[in-house]
T-cell receptor, first 114, second 113 residues
Framework: NAGVTQTPKFRILKIGQSMTLQCTQDMNHNYMYWYRQDPGMGLKLIYYSVGAGITDKGEVPNGYNVSRSTTEDFPLRLELAAPSQTSVYFC?????????????FGPGTRLTVT | GDSVTQMEGPVTLSEEAFLTINCTYTATGYPSLFWYVQYPGEGLQLLLKATKADDKGSNKGFEATYRKETTSFHLEKGSVQVSDSAVYFCALSRGTSYDKVIFGPGTSLSVIP
């Protein structure tokens, strides 16, 4: 099993450009999440999904969009990149939505917006 | 609101030294508590967890005890190895239905031979 995979690993964007961060999991998990991690801060939830076709906002959704057309894939879209979106982005998945369930994380995408 | 506080890093230890990384939390009710570890170039992975007061989570020689009276979940290991060099995240989650997981800022550990 590959687990959770993310592409790309690194990306530099210019202000106003757009891009999609890809996330795929092969564990047949219904629940998937996108987090961002800023230096010296904990992870903040951007969006999450409880199954194909169902998504919801987390703590910091502004400037991002998601879709979930399949169980495996949960891409994150940045439409108009801003310097404030410079961060490390993690995708995660879990078997259930219960509060004590383990989340499985991808290796992250380091994004710089200049 | 809920929050997690961790000791600031980076922490540098010699091999075979004793490790403690402090974690305290603020939350209503009875949250579940977690330690995640991120090795260089990899995603976070669950190290251990505890779901109720006085529970002890343990894995790979690491331990943490859920102390409700002090709202703490300190991570300990008796003898660290170079391979333990990583970033450690304390986290909490409440309830049996979804509630966002609150992560601490992470503590970077470097173990030198």
């Amino acid at each position: 099993n590959a687990g959770v995979t993310q592409t790309p690993k690194f990306r530099i964007l210019k202000i106003g450009q757009s891009m999609t961060l890809q996330c795929t999991q092969d564990m047949n998990h219904n629940y998937m999440y996108w987090y961002r991690q800023d230096p010296g801060m904990g992870l903040k939830l951007i969006y999450y999904s409880v199954g194909a076709g169902i998504t919801d906002k987390g703590e910091v959704p502004n400037g991002y969009n998601v879709s979930r057309s399949t169980t495996e894939d949960f891409p994150l879209r940045l439409e108009l990149a801003a310097p404030s979106q410079t961060s490390v982005y993690f995708c995660a998945s879990s078997y259930s939505l219960a509060g004590n369930q383990e989340q499985y994380f991808g290796p992250g995408t380091r994004l710089t917006v200049t | 609101g809920d929050s997690v506080t961790q000791m600031e890093g980076p922490v540098t230890l010699s091999e075979e030294a004793f490790l403690t990384i402090n974690c305290t939390y603020t939350a209503t009710g009875y949250p579940s508590l977690f330690w995640y570890v991120q090795y260089p170039g990899e995603g976070l992975q669950l190290l251990l967890k505890a779901t109720k007061a006085d529970d002890k989570g343990s894995n790979k020689g690491f331990e943490a005890t859920y102390r409700k009276e002090t709202t703490s979940f300190h991570l300990e290991k008796g003898s660290v190895q170079v391979s333990d060099s990583a970033v450690y995240f304390c986290a909490l989650s409440r309830g049996t239905s979804y509630d966002k997981v609150i992560f601490g800022p992470g503590t970077s550990l470097s173990v030198i031979p």
